[in-house]
């Protein structure tokens, strides 16, 4: 754990200026993961999803995607297809590998052996997929470890600067990441 801190501080500060872009650049964010179209990605260019779960698809800690986002994800598997959409999770958590293993028609849940911002995962599934980076898209709503790895990885992202939470179910956790995300994008545009 402790090499994943230091990789993660060696990482930010080689990408400072990339990170600060999407700290500040509009073309590089999206409120939520509702805001965007999955055709108009495709339409781009873009052959392949990879999404994080916590902060995006729902607010921490919960087993599966709000209600809305399971639509949108319906949506993107029937553009992209299923074997080209993944949900990236630093938190693959049994509910939700259940969730994802239940219905063939859902999205890929990819877990990987070293967390983001590491790009190992990235790289596995270009590798699987048989795409270049450029056309894989993730979309994450942290600095510090999705973004990072997308980076890193030289793969396209999206930052979600709205993120899904839930101060009434998990007050410290949601306080916890706030306060992280807070702190990364402040580091960002110093």
Not at 122 to 128: F, K
Request: with cysteine; proline share 6%; charged share 20%.
């Amino acid at each position: 754990m402790m090499l994943r801190y230091i990789y993660t501080v060696q990482q930010f500060i080689v990408h400072r200026k990339i990170l600060q872009q999407y700290a500040t650049d509009p073309q590089l964010q999206s409120p939520t993961i509702l805001d965007i179209a999955p055709q108009q990605l495709y339409a781009a260019g873009i052959r392949t999803m990879v999404i994080d779960f916590d902060g995006v698809l729902t607010a921490h800690a919960m087993p599966v995607p709000d209600p809305m986002v399971e639509q949108w994800l319906a949506a993107c598997v029937a553009c992209f297809g299923r074997e080209q959409v993944f949900i990236l999770s630093n938190n693959p958590i049994k509910a939700r590998q259940e969730y994802f293993a239940a219905d063939k028609n859902r999205a890929q849940l990819f877990i990987s052996r070293r967390k983001k911002p590491f790009p190992d995962s990235l790289h596995a599934i270009s590798q699987q997929c048989g795409r270049n980076p450029s056309e894989i898209m993730v979309i994450d709503d942290r600095l510090a470890t999705g973004i990072l790895a997308a980076i890193i990885a030289g793969t396209k992202a999206i930052f979600i600067t709205r993120p899904c939470v839930n101060f009434a179910a998990h007050p410290v956790r949601e306080g916890f990441f706030m306060t992280l995300r807070k702190i990364e994008q402040f580091l960002c545009k110093c």
